[in-house]
């Protein structure tokens, strides 16, 4: 059994910054590709980012921005958010699957979630 734990969400200005970290319990050696998504009420999850052994990805709203990266050493992954915006206000939630090859950016690609972290953005 695999459990993701997200943390570091909170409330900034616009312009701030945040990292967001994802702790992975149990299998933690079968992960091999993890991704951030965001949802807002009644809306759809929505991708960020995702990373595997080779590249990260990102859309097109957070590049420059948001960097995802991973310490398999912690068993954690993280998204460093700078520059954040009223429009980055969502939960956040952290995915992985135990599959090789590229990540991706579609939700139903991952097997693992967790319960998410709210950030919040205030201009």
């Known amino acids: 059994q695999v459990q993701l734990v997200e943390s570091g969400g909170g409330s900034v200005q616009a312009g701030g910054s945040l990292k967001l970290a994802c702790a992975v319990y149990?299998?933690?050696?079968?992960?091999?590709?993890m991704g951030w998504f965001r949802q807002v009420p009644e809306e759809e999850r929505d991708p960020v980012a995702c990373?595997?052994?080779?590249?990260?990805k990102y859309v097109d709203s957070v590049k420059g921005r948001f960097t995802i990266s991973r310490d398999n050493a912690k068993n954690t992954l993280y998204l460093q958010m700078d520059d954040l915006q009223p429009e980055d206000t969502a939960m956040y939630y952290c995915?992985?699957?135990?599959?090789?090859?590229?990540?991706?950016?579609?939700?139903?690609?991952?097997?693992?979630w967790g319960q998410g972290t709210q950030v919040t953005v205030s201009s």
């Open positions: 990373v595997d052994d080779y590249r990260e």
């Open positions: 149990g299998y933690s050696d079968i992960i091999l590709q």
């Open positions: 995915a992985a699957r135990s599959a090789g090859g590229t990540c991706s950016l579609a939700a139903s690609w991952y097997t693992y």
